[in-house]
């Protein structure tokens, strides 16, 4: 497990070593080599929804969640996610973006090896449908002594706001959907249930695969 160290202005965190949008929130995502991202996120992400129409359910009205059908997140169009979802009754709509939360979220890769180490098995970035993923080239602090800080990737900034508390969802499969009981325990016990950080863009533009992520 790597020392967490606190992070020194100027210093090169890391490298841009993923890039993903999610077109329908909570389907399956598409791999970038580079994007524009501003205040509504990384283009084309999270940019349609399907939402729940059936009167007699709880969550009628509001967006499809991944952890609602352990295989949504395998789903390219919204019709395999019909497919998928059975007697659901879905809308689609694409009037969003439609994010959780924030508009970007960021996983450095120390967290998930650090996440792997207690658990044993695999954490595979895709689990926790990051937007971008970064190889850290320092030690990088836990989620929480981050948050305030400016990070710049390729010509855009990112503010950091806040870590991310995450639901069942990354205990699936990223093919057949089983869940994992050990990772989700370790997730839960171990990191306080948070992996990556949720950011605002504070100045709009470029990023790619490749970009150095440096502290402002």
């Known amino acids: 497990m790597r020392k967490p160290s606190r992070v020194t202005a100027q210093t ?24 524009f991202v501003d205040e509504n996120g990384l283009e084309g992400d999270r940019r349609a929804a399907l939402f729940l129409t059936a009167p007699d359910k709880p969550r009628t009205g509001k967006t499809l969640r991944g952890m609602e059908q ?12 019909r497919t998928i979802a059975g007697s659901l009754d879905l809308e689609l709509r694409d009037a969003g973006p439609y994010f959780d939360a924030r508009p970007v979220s960021l996983v450095f890769d120390s967290w998930l090896e650090d996440l792997e180490a207690l658990c044993g098995l695999r954490a595979e970035a895709l689990r926790f449908r990051p937007n971008i993923l970064v190889r850290a080239t320092a030690a990088v602090p836990p989620e929480a002594e981050l948050v305030g800080l400016q990070l710049r990737i390729g010509s855009a900034i990112l503010h950091v706001l806040e870590p991310i508390v995450r639901c069942v969802t990354p205990s699936y499969d990223l093919e057949t959907g089983a869940s994992s009981t050990e990772l989700l325990r370790a997730l839960v016990h171990v990191r306080g249930n948070l992996m990556g950080i949720y950011c605002a863009v504070e100045q709009p533009g470029a990023l790619a695969r490749g970009d150095g992520v440096h502290r402002v």
């Open 12 to 35: 090169q965190m890391g490298t841009v070593t993923g890039l993903w949008r999610y077109p329908v929130k909570s389907l399956a995502a598409q791999s970038l080599q580079s994007t």
């Open 70 to 81: 352990p295989r949504f997140h395998t789903a390219p169009t919204p019709g395999i996610a």
